[in-house]
């Protein structure tokens, strides 16, 4: 059993941790609010979701049976531009967690100065489970049930958990036909064929890189050489490890939902996408030896990532983390405890807010390629990324001196701030 080690919290923190992802979002925001000064009717409108859809999604399975599966699309706030947020398939899907997922894209989209708003859709579902006919009954089915709340200037759904570029492509044909007309811009993740960006697909990647480059400079860590442990070997994970490995970091273990494997020298991250392929799971890789999941974020290493899913990082286990810094692929992994923990022991955490925009900065140029009906070669899509996500750093660690407030809580201030501005500069209708 993991001993549990109490921080001095803050008087707002309130005594016990709790684990459900709109509350958590709602804390981080009003410590936020706190030192913006924000008026309370503000405080209340950004702290709740502004539309919130409950939808029944019928399926007609493999075997004849129709089941009956829960869907959500949620809009947390639109002041600075449509909504935008992935769409999530996972057993574990709630509305709370859509509704957090929802605000932290509010937040998200506001840190590197896009003009989106923020949203998330879920559906539950065990995609695992389930065909490749099934979850496109699915999805088609749910795009016509959420029809309402999206559109290129509405709300522009993406990939999330268990959702991928097919998806995409599954949603932009049921939208098109639906309205009428070729709509590429309702959806981005797309594959290239159907008005896809390219460098899309490693775009979170790639930003986490380019923040960890930043965190590295300020934290006086050498990057080349650095250690690496990395939770999660999905499409950011894997691709990560292979950006890290090119810069000579060297990832000492990774993991998926199976456990974990480490090797001293380094993992070859090709090696581990081939075998991962083969055998749907990293574990047993040759030349490595295995490790938990509990055992990797223990790891003593100098950047430590989670990228799957949220509250792996709790009192119960902050006090084990053994890396000098956090970078944050998943969204929500760390809990405000365990974050009070990790920031008395001089652990230097770049929040999701932050570390993993990339994804929707691309999905940003993808839209605007679209829209303009253009598209741009890699090279623009990665120079205008990383241009993005260093100066949304630079912001951040402004934000810190000017706020005197810790990494995470200047990103959410940064963001709130924005997003306040936008609002009470649009003012109330009517
Ligand atoms: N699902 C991703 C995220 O959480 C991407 C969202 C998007 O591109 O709209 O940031």
């Known amino acids: 059993m993991a001993t ?40 209340q409108l950004l702290r709740t979701p502004r539309r919130v859809l409950e939808v029944a999604v019928p399926v007609e399975m493999d075997n004849g049976q129709t089941r009956i599966f829960t869907g959500y ?29 929802a605000a932290w894209m509010s937040w998200k989209c506001a840190t590197v100065n896009i003009p989106f708003g923020g949203a998330k859709g879920g559906v539950i579902c065990d995609p695992k ?58 959806v981005t993740g797309k594959p290239i064929s159907l008005g896809g960006s390219q460098g899309r697909k490693e775009a979170t990647a790639r930003g ?19 250690t690496i442990a990395i939770q999660g070997f999905g499409n950011v994970g894997s691709s990560a490890c292979r950006l890290f490995t090119e810069r000579k970091a060297k990832v000492v273990a990774i993991s998926d939902s199976r456990g974990g494997v ?3 020298r380094g993992i070859d991250p090709l090696r581990a996408c081939r075998y991962k392929d083969r055998t749907g799971t990293v574990v047993g890789m040759p ?4 490790l938990s999941n509990d055992e990797l974020l223990a790891l003593k290493c100098d950047i430590l990532i989670p990228a ?37 022991r001089g652990i230097f955490a770049v929040p999701d807010i932050l570390a993993n925009a990339g994804g929707v900065t691309v999905s940003y140029f993808e839209w605007v390629q679209n829209r303009q009906s253009y598209s741009w070669t890699e090279s623009e899509v990665n120079s205008q990324l990383e241009a993005i996500m260093r100066r949304a750093f630079a912001d951040v660690v402004s934000a810190m001196q000017k706020y005197h ?24 209708f009517p």
């Open 129 to 186: 489970r389930m065909s490749k006919g099934e979850l496109e009954r699915m999805t088609r089915r749910y795009v016509c049930e959420i029809l309402p709340l999206i559109g290129p200037e509405i709300d522009i759904p993406a990939p999330d958990v268990y959702t991928d570029s097919q998806t995409m492509a599954w949603i932009m044909d049921t939208y098109s036909a639906l309205v009428g007309h070729a709509a590429p811009a309702v």
């Open 4 to 43: 549990v080690t109490r921080a001095p919290l803050p008087t707002r923190m309130p005594p016990r941790e709790d684990l459900n992802p709109f509350h958590i979002a709602q804390l981080q925001f009003d410590m936020a609010a706190e030192f913006l000064k924000l008026d309370p009717a503000l405080r």
């Open 208 to 226: 986490l890189v380019a923040v960890a480059e930043e965190a590295c400079k300020l934290k006086r860590i050498p990057l080349r050489s650095a």
């Open 405 to 428: 407030a810790h990494f995470r809580q200047a990103a959410h201030i940064l963001a709130i701030g924005r997003v306040a501005e936008a609002a009470t500069t649009r003012g109330f």
């Open 308 to 344: 799957a899913l949220e509250n792996v990082i709790t009192l119960a286990n902050a006090d084990q983390v053994k890396a000098r810094i956090l970078i944050e692929a998943a969204n929500g992994p760390t809990t405000p405890h365990a974050d009070e923990v990790l920031h008395r």
């Open 262 to 264: 480490y090797s001293g």
């Open 287 to 290: 030349g490595t030896s295995r």
């Open 73 to 101: 699309r949620v809009h947390h706030n639109v002041a600075r531009g449509p909504g935008k947020g992935g769409l999530r398939y996972h057993p574990n899907v709630s509305l709370d967690e859509v509704k957090g997922l």
